[in-house]
């Protein structure tokens, strides 16, 4: 049925970049508001990044702001996450996720490690 899917993570060093995937398929992407989490061992899940529907909007959690950029496809239903100046402790689980109203699915994640 409802499928997301996060691609594009791996092993980088300290400053450099990457760019997650997650791609969409059976629900009405374009309806809803999709966001990126992530998971660092021993802590709690944290929001990353937001964007609307339409991607008028986005936002950012403190820690990733100007270094990330959110954005979508609703053409190729992906949503993307643009991950440049990457810090160690950007190592963690990423998570795409879609919620609207009572409806909420989740990836199963792609690792990110951020490393010498």
């Known amino acids: 049925q409802v499928q997301l899917v996060e691609s594009g993570g791996g092993l980088v060093q300290p400053g450099g970049s990457l760019k997650l995937s997650c791609t969409a398929s059976g629900l009405a992407f374009s309806e809803y508001p999709m966001k990126w989490y992530r998971k660092i061992p021993g802590k709690e899940r944290e929001a990353v990044a937001h964007i609307t529907p339409d991607a008028y909007a986005t936002a950012y959690a403190d820690f990733v702001e100007g270094r990330f950029t959110i954005s979508r496809d609703n053409v190729k239903n992906i949503v993307y996450l643009q991950m440049d100046s990457l810090k160690p402790d950007d190592t963690a689980m990423y998570y795409c996720?879609?919620?609207?109203?009572?409806?909420?699915?989740w990836g199963q994640g792609t690792q990110v490690t951020v490393s010498w």
């Open positions: 996720n879609a919620h609207y109203q009572h409806l909420e699915y």
